[in-house]
C-alpha cells in the first residue's frame, strides 16, 4: 500500500511548545503534502514539497523530507489553541494519486 | 475563494437503499476524488475520475459504487445497496492535475449514517 502512517497518533502539547509529527510511506514519491481537519470539517491543504526538496517553510510550519528514509516530518512552532485539529500527510507516486495516512491529533492546551 | 461544495451534508438511509452523494468540484479542475473516513479513523482512496472516466480506484469501491459526472459541474458518487458498513463521512476533492499535481481542494463531506 502506498498509504502513509504518521506517528504519534495523538500529541498533546502546551500553547507555545512546538509540535512535530511524523509520516513515513513505502513507495517511491513525486510529492508529499501535509493537510489538517479540524473535527468534523474538510481537510484542508497546508503545505506541499516536491521530492528533490528537502525542507520548506510556510509561516510556523516546517516541513522536512528524507526520501532515503521515506520519511517527513511537520513541525508547528509556538503553537496555539486554535491547531487543535488532525493532520494527515499524503503522498502521490503516479497519475494524480493521493493517498492519505493515518493523521496525527494534535491537542494544544491553553 | 473557490471551493468544492458537497450534498448533502447528512444523510440518514436504511441497509438496501441506494444513495447519491453529490459534488461540485471547482470549475477549472481535471481530476475529482472520493474519499471515505469512518468515524475517528484513516482517510482512506475510494475513486479518481478524470476526463470522464475512472483513472483509479481502490478494493474498497466494488460493484456497489459508482461514479458519475453528468453534466459537466456536478461529480456524483453512487451507493447502490447500502449496507451498515458504509456509514461514514464521504469527501469529495478536485485539484488542477498535471504533471506536477497541486493540492487537492475538499469539500466539507457528506456524512452518511446507514441503519
Known amino acids: 500500500s502506498q498509504q502513509g502512517e504518521e506517528d504519534p497518533q495523538a500529541l498533546s502539547i502546551q500553547e507555545g511548545e512546538n509540535a512535530t509529527m511524523n509520516c513515513s510511506y513505502k513507495t517511491s514519491i513525486n510529492n508529499l503534502q501535509w493537510y489538517r481537519q479540524n473535527s468534523g470539517r474538510g481537510l484542508v491543504h497546508l503545505i506541499l514539497?516536491?521530492?528533490?526538496?528537502r525542507e520548506k517553510h510556510s509561516g510556523r510550519l516546517r516541513v522536512t523530507l528524507d526520501t532515503s528514509k521515506k520519511s517527513s516530518s511537520l513541525l508547528i512552532t509556538a503553537s496555539r489553541a486554535a491547531d487543535t485539529a488532525s493532520y494527515f500527510c499524503?503522498?502521490?507516486?503516479?497519475?494524480?494519486?493521493?493517498?492519505f495516512g493515518t493523521g496525527t491529533s494534535l491537542t494544544v492546551i491553553p | 475563494e473557490p471551493e468544492v461544495t458537497q450534498t448533502p451534508s447528512h444523510q440518514v438511509t436504511q441497509m438496501g437503499q441506494e444513495v447519491i452523494l453529490r459534488c461540485v468540484p471547482i470549475?477549472?479542475?481535471?481530476?475529482f476524488y472520493w474519499y471515505r473516513q469512518i468515524l475517528g479513523q484513516k482517510v482512506e482512496f475510494l475513486v479518481s475520475f478524470y476526463n470522464n472516466e475512472i483513472s483509479e480506484k481502490s478494493e474498497i469501491f466494488d460493484d456497489q459504487f459508482s461514479v458519475e459526472r453528468p453534466d459537466g459541474s456536478n461529480f456524483t458518487l453512487k451507493i447502490r445497496s447500502t449496507k451498515l458498513e458504509d456509514s461514514a463521512m464521504y469527501f469529495c476533492a478536485s485539484s488542477q492535475g498535471g504533471i506536477i499535481p497541486g493540492e487537492l481542494f475538499f469539500g466539507e463531506g457528506s456524512r452518511l449514517t446507514v441503519l
Open positions: 470549475s477549472n479542475h481535471l481530476y
Open positions: 514539497i516536491r521530492s528533490n526538496e
Open positions: 499524503a503522498t502521490d507516486a503516479w497519475r494524480n494519486q493521493f493517498y
